[in-house]
């Protein structure tokens, strides 16, 4: 049976609806007992009900003009489209929705852009689900299995980060098919991302959208983290002063503020074939490891790097247990990153790689 969401579709939500009660169970397990929740934010979200599918990957469709899309990223208008999945009690849903392409960097160099997909809010709540928030989709850059890889390495680096820093963005790795007048042009991995609207609901928390913001104002431990973990990864393209790749968020529980990472694709560890460091970075190549940090203590290093090697064996085991990716790939993965979890291994080394500040000690 196929469930047909548009506009003359009439849909008894409450068979779907009983099947997410487990669901919105679970993520208000993740909501602080302080929180201040609208009417509907304790249903579960789009994504939400996506993230929540540990049994299998999702697999979804996408019917829409792709030629359009394509030759219209850069203008980043929507256009209509139909999302297929299948609900928790086997129905397969399909919802018009409208897209369009997202993104900066890889809007100009990729043939297949991120998109940002926005389904009609009255569906969503018919379906159970809240209706504030879109969905976040990155793709491969272009068809084939080398961009495939870099893709499920840019889905790696999100997971990787998750192990370091407690607040980060949750991501979805799902299957897509995609099709244009009843035909389907591809199949491939993709990945859900949240929306920062949602991050910031999700732990009761308020985004910092504007003014400047300084590394002196940050949440020093966390800040710490993020420095060694885009080191870890070899990702220089993200900066504080710049608001470049960074969210900002005022969070309960903390004093300072939180800067949570995000697009990881110039990354040496994902290794794309556009990426290339920025002007003012010393390095030839992005797979060359350049520290950001600023102003990091010898005590400061010895604490972060203490932690990331008790993450050792956690991080590296889970690079070998991603078999989205092909062997090889896992084992030029671990191998980056032994490389960082060597450094930290040689205090000398570490010392000389990490702690920066003017004063020393």
Not at 61 to 69: E, I, P, S, V
Request: aromatic share 10%; glycine share 4%; hydrophobic share 40%.
């Amino acid at each position: 049976m196929v469930i047909r969401m548009n506009n003359s579709s009439q849909f008894p939500a409450l068979a779907f609806s009983l099947c997410l009660l487990c669901l919105q169970a679970a993520q208000a397990q993740d909501i602080p007992d302080d929180a201040t929740l609208s009417p509907e934010s304790d249903k579960p979200s789009l994504f939400d009900f996506f993230y929540s599918r540990t049994d299998s990957i999702p697999a979804l469709t996408l019917k829409t003009d792709w030629g359009l899309l394509i030759r219209t990223k850069q203008d980043e208008k929507y256009q209509p489209g139909v999302l297929g999945f299948v609900n928790q009690d086997g129905r397969k849903v399909e919802l018009d929705v409208e897209l369009r392409a997202r993104g900066n960097a890889r809007k100009k160099v990729c043939q297949l852009p991120p998109l940002k997909i926005k389904a009609g809010k009255r569906y969503l709540r018919e379906l159970g689900f809240n209706p504030e928030y879109k969905l976040k989709l990155v793709l491969p850059c272009q068809p084939g299995k080398a961009h495939e890889d870099c893709l499920l390495r840019e889905a790696l680096a999100y997971e990787l980060c998750s192990m370091a820093i407690p607040i980060h963005f949750r991501t979805k790795i799902v299957t897509l098919q995609c099709w244009q007048d009843d035909k389907e042009k591809h199949t491939h991995y993709a990945f859900l991302i949240e929306e920062k609207e949602e991050l910031a609901a999700r732990l009761n928390g308020r985004l910092l959208t504007r003014g400047e913001i300084r590394v002196t104002a940050l949440e020093r431990d966390l800040y710490l983290r993020m420095c060694f973990f885009q080191h870890m990864i070899a990702n220089t393209d993200w900066s504080v002063s710049s608001r470049h790749n960074l969210q900002f968020l005022h969070l309960p529980g903390y004093n300072r503020v939180v800067a949570v990472p995000y697009d990881f694709d110039y990354a040496g560890l994902v290794n794309t074939s556009y990426a290339i460091p920025g002007s003012t970075i010393p390095v030839e190549d992005v797979s060359q490891r350049y520290f950001q940090g600023e102003e990091i203590t010898q005590e400061e290093a010895r604490e972060c790097a203490a932690f990331f090697l008790s993450r050792r064996e956690q991080v590296l085991q889970r690079c070998q247990s991603f078999d989205m990716l092909k062997e090889k790939s896992r084992e030029s993965v671990r191998d980056f990153l032994e490389i960082f979890f060597d450094i930290l291994s040689d205090e000398e080394l570490m010392l000389q790689t990490f702690a920066n500040a003017k004063d020393g000690d």
